[in-house]
T-cell receptor
């Protein structure tokens, strides 16, 4: 079963604009991670945010976590054509112990137009 | 290249045949995971190992599936009597589980093995 649900399912923006993607989940978590996947390739880890953190930055990425609402958002600022990919949120559920299996959402397809 | 590697990258087989995939994790990582991903979906957990011990198996892992990590390094995933529904991308990931880091370590994924069952 897939715990995370990303929103929107697809997003198309112009290069230079910001892209905001949301993720909601169902159970308590140890941490939440965002991954990127280019067409037909493996997943690339972007950022991990722990359950006791509220915001985290990495380069052009900003992730927020609201455990009371069981939701997270990923913001990509000043998007580039190379950011075109599918983005997944994945949760490390609290009941399974830290750093065990991840539960992924269905993903968001981001298209950045040059 | 010190990342996670998987072999083969593509496998085409006929229904009923057995297939085996290999995953080589990042060398110092003690945890190894297998996931399956179908088109338009996110990866789904299959099983994971800590060193050579298989700690959890998903209900998705039917009796036709078996995974091993005999020496705590590389792992194999075998599918017996393949079915068309087994067609998917099989992803391997590894991570380092340490209490020093609080256990919060990201999983690093390999490029995947794409299985097509005809």
């Amino acid at each position: 079963s897939q715990q995370g649900e990303e929103d929107p399912q697809a997003l198309s923006i112009q290069e230079g604009e910001n892209a905001t993607m949301n993720c909601s989940y169902k159970t308590s978590i140890n941490n939440l991670q965002w991954y990127r996947q280019n067409s037909g390739r493996g997943l690339v880890h972007l950022i991990l945010i722990r359950s006791n953190e509220r915001e985290k930055h990495s380069g052009r990425l900003r992730v927020t976590l609201d455990t009371s609402k069981k939701s997270s958002s990923l913001l990509i600022t000043a998007s580039r054509a190379a950011d075109t990919a599918s983005y997944f949120c994945a949760t490390d559920a609290f009941y399974t112990g830290a750093n065990s299996k991840l539960t992924f959402g269905k993903g968001i397809t981001l298209s950045v137009r040059p | 290249d010190t990342g996670v590697s998987q072999d083969p990258r593509h496998k085409i087989t006929k229904r009923g045949q057995n297939v085996t995939f290999r995953c080589d994790p990042i060398s110092e990582h003690n945890r190894l995971y297998w996931y399956r991903q179908t088109l338009g979906q996110g990866p789904e957990f299959l099983t994971y190992f800590q060193n050579e011990a298989q700690l959890e198996k998903s209900r998705l892992l039917s009796d036709r599936f078996s995974a091993e990590r005999p020496k705590g390094s590389f792992s194999t995933l075998e599918i017996q009597r393949t079915e068309q529904g087994d067609s998917a991308m099989y992803l391997c990931a590894s991570s380092l589980k340490t209490w020093l880091a609080g256990g919060y370590n990201e999983q690093f994924f390999g490029p995947g093995t794409r299985l097509t069952v005809l």
